[in-house]
DNA sequence: AGGATTAAGGTCAGTATTAGTCAAAGAAAG
DNA sequence: CTTTCTTTGACTAATACTGACCTTAATCCT
C-alpha cells in the first residue's frame, strides 16, 4: 500500500468499516484537499476500486451540496452469493475479471489475502504455461478453486 | 561457478530470511539497479529459482507504485512428499492416473474422504464441459487444487 | 418567475512511472 | 560441437496522477 490512490482507498474502507449502515458520503473536493491532490483522483480511485463487480455501490450528485455516497453491498448470505458468482462465471475469464472476482470474496471476508496470493499465484502459473486457450483454463481454475474453498469452508 | 542470477537469487532469499512475515517487496528497477544489470534478468531470476514449486508467490504491479513481492511457503516434511508426487503430474492425466494419487493422499490422511469426493467431482465436471485437451485440464485442475490444499493446510 | 452566479461533481486525454515479454546474442556445460 | 543456461535491450502493457474543460444543481437577485 503505497501509492496516493491506495491511501484513498484504505481509508474510504477504514469509514466504510466504522459506519453501521454500510455507507458513507463524502464530499469530494474536501477529500481531495485532505489528501492534497486533485479532485478527479477520487475519481480515479473510485473507479479502479470502488467498481460494482467488487461489490460497490456509488451514487453521487453534482451542484450545490453535492455528495459521493459509496455502498457496500452486503448479501444475506455471502457464501450462496459467492456461489452464484462462481456460477455465472462463462467459459473464459480474463485477468482482470479474475481481479475482481477475487477482490470482492476478500472484502467480504470469504477469502483471505493469503488466499488470494496463492490463488493468483497458481492460475498465473499454470495459465503461463499454456499458450492458447487461457483464458478457458483461467475460468475452468477459478471456479474450481473457489468452489473447492467455499465448499470446504462453509 | 556462481552467476549474477545466482547472486541475485541469493540476495532476495537472504531478504526473506530476515523477514518476519516471510515475504518481501522490492522494485524492479532498484534491484537491477544495485546489480548493474538490465531490469529483464530480476524477471529471469524470479522465473526460474522463485517459482509456485519451491514454495515462493511472486505478485507485481506494474505503473507508479509498482512493486514485485516475494512470500515463501514453508511445508513440512510429510506434505513435502506429496509435493513431490504433484510435481511428477506432467501435461497430462488420465482418469486412472487422478484417482491413483487421489487414493494415495487420502491413505497418507493427506486429504480426507470428502476431499477427495469434492476434487473429483469438480474435475468431472469442468473437463466434462470440454471437448478438446481433456487430459491437459485434468493435470492442470489436479494440480492446482492439490498445490492449494498442501499449502494452505501445511 | 427566470436569468445570473455559485458550488458542486464528471470526463478525458496526456504524461509519468513502473513492470512484463520475447527473441537474439553470449557464455557455460556436457 | 551441441545444448542449455544466462544476459541484454527494444518493445509492450499496466497503473497512477494531473489539469483543462464540461455538466448539473442550488441559490441569489431583480
Same mark, same amino acid.
Given at each position: 500500500?503505497?501509492?496516493? =490512490?491506495?491511501? #484513498?482507498? =484504505?481509508?474510504?474502507?477504514?469509514?466504510?468499516?466504522?459506519?453501521?449502515?454500510?455507507?458513507?458520503? $463524502?464530499?469530494?473536493? *474536501?477529500?481531495?484537499?485532505?489528501?492534497?491532490? &486533485?479532485?478527479?483522483?477520487?475519481?480515479?480511485?473510485?473507479?479502479?476500486?470502488?467498481? $460494482?463487480?467488487?461489490?460497490? &455501490?456509488?451514487?453521487? +450528485?453534482?451542484?450545490?451540496? @453535492?455528495? #459521493?455516497?459509496?455502498?457496500?453491498?452486503? &448479501?444475506?448470505? @455471502?457464501? /450462496?452469493?459467492?456461489?452464484? #458468482?462462481?456460477?455465472?462465471?462463462?467459459?473464459? $475469464?480474463?485477468?482482470? %475479471?479474475?481481479?475482481?472476482?477475487? =477482490?470482492?470474496?476478500?472484502?467480504?471476508? !470469504?477469502?483471505?489475502? +493469503?488466499?488470494? *496470493?496463492?490463488?493468483? @499465484?497458481?492460475? *498465473? %502459473?499454470?495459465?503461463?504455461? &499454456?499458450? *492458447?486457450?487461457? /483464458? #478457458?483454463?483461467? =475460468?475452468?481454475?477459478? +471456479?474450481? !478453486? $473457489?468452489?473447492?474453498?467455499?465448499?470446504? +469452508?462453509?
Amino acid at each position: 500500500m503505497s501509492t496516493l =490512490a491506495d491511501h #484513498i482507498e =484504505a481509508y474510504i474502507k477504514k469509514m466504510l468499516r466504522g459506519s453501521q449502515t454500510n455507507s458513507v458520503e $463524502l464530499s469530494r473536493a *474536501q477529500l481531495a484537499d485532505d489528501f492534497a491532490c &486533485v479532485p478527479s483522483q477520487i475519481n480515479y480511485v473510485l473507479s479502479t476500486r470502488f467498481t $460494482l463487480e467488487r461489490g460497490y &455501490v456509488v451514487e453521487s +450528485r453534482r451542484g450545490g451540496g @453535492g455528495y #459521493i455516497r459509496i455502498g457496500h453491498v452486503q &448479501v444475506d448470505d @455471502g457464501y /450462496a452469493h459467492a456461489i452464484k #458468482i462462481l456460477k455465472s462465471i462463462g467459459s473464459e $475469464l480474463d485477468e482482470k %475479471q479474475m481481479d475482481n472476482i477475487l =477482490a470482492y470474496l476478500k472484502d467480504h471476508h !470469504l477469502l483471505t489475502a +493469503r488466499d488470494c *496470493q496463492l490463488i493468483r @499465484g497458481i492460475v *498465473q %502459473q499454470e495459465v503461463g504455461s &499454456v499458450t *492458447q486457450g487461457k /483464458a #478457458i483454463l483461467r =475460468a475452468s481454475l477459478i +471456479r474450481s !478453486l $473457489l468452489f473447492f474453498i467455499l465448499k470446504t +469452508r462453509s
